[in-house]
């Protein structure tokens, strides 16, 4: 049985999806985007803040389902730019704790709200 996990911690969807969907001990989170859930603003002064900004909205959407994020066994990382790379790993990898979720890193044309990454995961109990 699948549970629709909704907050007002993390950014409303712009589009037909859940901000995420519990299956049994599964979660699985929806691309997030540096919007500041509260303002609904683009947090975008620097890479490194609107990457803090969507591990925010991860670890929100993650904790209301009852996770946490050592729970995170799968990333997916969309980058308009590979050259911000190495400043979006930093945010990421002091997000995280070894052993560290798989995960992909892809160069995409465009984001949603023409954002500069964008972060779905995967999380297991």
């Known amino acids: 049985m699948k549970k629709v996990i909704a907050i007002p911690g993390a950014p409303a969807p712009i589009g037909p999806y859940s901000q995420a969907v519990q299956h ?3 979660l699985f989170v ?10 609904g603003e683009w947090v975008n ?13 991860i670890n ?6 009852g996770f946490t994020k050592d729970d995170i066994v799968k ?24 052993p560290f979720p798989a995960r992909e890193t892809v160069q995409v044309s465009v ?5 500069n990454v964008e ?7």
């Open 111 to 115: 984001l949603p709200k023409d954002v």
């Open 45 to 57: 002064d620097s890479i490194e803040s609107e990457t803090q900004q969507v591990m925010d909205n």
């Open 75 to 98: 990333c997916s990382i969309f980058l308009k730019d590979m050259g911000d790379f190495e400043a979006v790993n930093g945010v990421y990898a002091a997000f995280f704790a070894p």
């Open 60 to 65: 929100a959407l993650i904790e209301a389902a």
């Open 24 to 26: 049994g001990n599964q």
């Open 119 to 125: 972060i779905s995961v995967i999380a297991c109990k």
């Open 30 to 39: 929806s691309g997030q985007i540096g919007l500041n859930p509260h303002t």
